[in-house]
């Protein structure tokens, strides 16, 4: 809904770094890609209102709409990266190459069949393979990174395929090129 | 299904169903002398045996009564000494057992033969079988009836024995702990009528529940059938060893 | 051999305090052993803190391994021997009879005397006193318990046993840690965060908890003492850090990390932090579990495309594959003996996850849950009789156990949200 925030970001996100501390970093990151379940998760609540209106307010009419979509989707049990998702992350892979500033945090998610601590591995495996692909775009990895959270952050609650397909996921999270960890 | 065969040959249908239901009948009323579990119905003909021989001793005489009884229909379902029926008949009319041992020796010949004790009757049999056509009846007799009474009390040992275990068995709650091979061996006291008296350990299984829920099996038979004739008792009921294992416990 | 039937039956127990679970029996057995647990004769006035008898009958039931009659049909409430007709007994089909009387001995101090009677052998299998303040009366019971269970089954109780498990509300903010006694009453949260927390693993001295929390920037693995709550950090690095595993002799943590890009099996020195790298491949390897004999240790690998689990050697490295059947082995946990262990799988793809058992000697699998929905996380009671596993039923996450051989199956639904992640915790003593 709300174009190009995204430049906007990489500008705002390195003028809070220089006031916030590092531990809200990737709650910010998180509300503003607008993923449902990171924002009723992560606390300051004060903190994400505020971004969301600098967001507006410096939005600038550069970037790829392709850029919005922040989470693809895999096969269950399956790690590759399916070819209807690869235009997406071309778009995000020209943005990542112009903008050396910026940096993302890939998460890994499945959904709740299979045993949590494979699901962990292969959450890991699916931020991981979305990463490799970025890098064979020409991204450097040192503006890469990848965390799993595995069954145990679904995007939607529910045991049945059309939830199930929404929660095996990569979610792309933009974030500034200071390493947090 | 059953019916379509029975009506179509009608003249032998119903003659060979009215048989085998009076054979039925026969077998039943025989049976609750005893159990009413099915294994002792096949084996009533051994005890029918074993008492016939004890007829030479003391002489009761209902159960040569009762294989009177039998006799006749026994050799009709099986259809076969004609012949030798009538040289019995003719040459010993006095000893009534007689008839009846020679009626039925040969089912028990055809029947029986694996049971029987090891090596020297097989040969006994062969030559029993050469003196008979020899009519040397009277001292072939003797030996016959010596060598069926050690046979047929073997059987009702064994068919008792049978019994017993099979209660003991069937009532016999095995803890989980049990293993298929692990293996115990009570002794148990009998009175006449068959009543538990006493339990006792004689080879332990090394799990002391597993020997406990034997113990309690035997005790929850209450009665267990014993052979009526106080002899037999006295020499192998009044106590006797029981040997268990799990694998063939059913509860 | 054994005439085996499903028989339905709810039980409520130990419905004291507010959070505490419900323990709901679906399925025992045919040839339970027929027992009465006379009520308590108690000379106070005022009432017992605990109703032992009550926990040491629902302690028989819930095992299966009973069936326990109840007070309402006794002929009489007998607590000395010379009251117990062994006759009505039999005429109840009773093959144990169990009576106790239970005083004050001073400030808060109770003794109970209680004695086990087989019926038909007519004599007396066990009698015993215990002393115990308020405060361990249930302690007492449970302890009761496993003295009846083991003499009539031949089998240690864990009757005294706790359980580790995790509770979390249904939008998955808040995350509990808890413990609580085997039937799970009194509950107790050890640990509380915004964060998901699983995996838990008892140390063998049932003293400390290892267990992984998933924060934002990851996964880590911390060991908490259960005594005095102090947490400490084992591993957080880079990437993955999960599934701890105690060695039998707790002095080492196996786990899994992907530092190095991959997840790989590790075991770490808790003393000497001295870490040693297991596993080495391209695929996942991941839950690993401790073999008795502490040289060995299985664990899930999707090196054949799927996970299936495996054995490696401590020593020479050396792998085996351990499992061939079906579509997806995970998660397998040894029996304390080492003799079979328990596993999730789905036969084929599209197919339901259960909880199976596979007898490491013979190789031979056995399926042992069918009524619940995404069976998970099973853990072996230490007396290798029962498992306890975490599944879907009724669109909440319950515990609910199974026994090894699959006759006796029971739900442990919450009252608290949903429940994940059982480990069944050691003996304690």
Known sequence: ?181 | MQLFPLTDPRSFGLPVLGSGLIILLVLVLLSTKWMNTEPVITKVPKHINARLVQVKKAVPKKTIKKVKKKKPKKVKAVKKPAPKFKKVVITKKVVKKVEVKKTIKPLVKKKSLPKPIPLPDSDLFSALEEEEQNNNVADLLSKELLLKQADEEQEAIMSYSGQIKALVESVWRTPPSAKHDDELILRIFLVPTGEVIDVQMVTSSGNQALDRSAEQAVWKVVQFPVPKDLILFEKEFRQFKLKLQPSTARL | MMKRFIWLCLILVSVSAKAELTIEITQGIASSIPISVVPMKWSGTTELPENIAGIVRSDLERSGHFSVLSPDDMLSHPSELEDVYFRDWRLLKQEYVVIAQIKLNGQDQYQIRYQLFDVFNEREVLTQTLTAKANQLRDIAHRISDEIYEQLTGIRGVFSTRIAYVTTNPMRTHFNLAIADSDGAREKVVMSSKYSIFSPAWSPDGKRLAYVLLEDSGSKVYVQDLATGDKQLVSANKGINSAPAFSPDGNKLALVLSKDGNPEIYVVDLTTRHWIRVTNHYAIDTEPNWMPDGQHIIFTSGRAGKPQIYRVSLESGYIERLTFEGSYNARARLAQDGRFLVMVHQSAKGEPFRIASMDLTRGLLQILTSDTFLDESPSVSPNGVMVMYAAKYNKRSILAAVSVDGDVKFLVPSKSGDVREPAWGPYLN
């Open chain 1, 1 to 181: 809904m709300q174009l190009n925030k995204l430049f906007a970001l990489s500008v705002l996100s390195l003028a809070i770094m220089g006031c916030e501390s590092t531990s809200s970093i990737s709650d910010d990151s998180a509300s503003i890609n607008g993923a449902v379940i990171e924002e009723s998760q992560t606390q300051p609540v004060g903190d994400n209102g505020s971004v969301d209106v600098v967001t507006e307010e410096h939005a600038e009419a550069v970037a790829d709409p392709l850029l919005e979509q922040k989470v693809i989707y895999f096969g269950y049990d399956r790690a590759e990266i399916l070819p209807e998702f690869k235009e997406v992350l071309n778009a995000h892979a020209k943005f990542l190459v112009a903008n050396p500033q910026s940096s993302i945090v890939f998460e890994g998610h499945c959904d709740e069949r299979g045993t949590v601590e494979y699901n962990l591995a292969l959450g890991e495996r699916r931020a991981n393979s979305v990463k490799s692909y970025l890098v064979v775009q020409g991204v450097s990895p040192s503006q890469l990174d990848s965390v799993s959270f595995g069954e145990e952050r679904p995007a939607m609650i529910g045991s049945e395929e059309s939830i199930w397909s929404q929660n095996r996921r990569a979610e792309i999270n933009y974030r500034t090129a200071v390493a947090n960890y």
